[in-house]
């Protein structure tokens, strides 16, 4: 298979990769008052939503991690064949 055709089919894989919604995102949003500093009171409040957007986030980093390293390898691999 010809380079270009190995991008394209990890192109279509990507695109078949859910979107994702962290919660962190989300929280944030409702953490944080409109003069932009974070509502303290309202965060240890929601400690425990907190720690599982946190834990959620981290999750994600780390897979994303894993599939970046993982075309990095696609690559180098590739660049010892030619």
């Known amino acids: 298979m010809t380079e270009p ?3 394209e089919q ?6 078949k990769v ?3 919604h962290l919660m962190i995102v989300e929280l944030a949003r409702e953490l944080v008052k409109e003069d932009g500093e ?3 009171d309202t965060t240890a ?4 939503e907190v720690n599982l957007a946190v834990a959620e986030a981290k999750a ?4 994303t991690s894993r599939a970046v390293d993982s075309l990095r ?3 180098a691999r590739q660049a010892e064949v030619y």
Do not use: T
């Open 45 to 48: 409040e929601r400690q425990r």
């Open 18 to 20: 859910p979107e994702k």
């Open 60 to 63: 994600y980093s780390k897979a």
């Open 10 to 15: 990890i192109v279509q894989a990507l695109k």
């Open 38 to 40: 974070l509502d303290y």
């Open 73 to 75: 390898r696609l690559k």
């Open 5 to 7: 055709n190995e991008i």
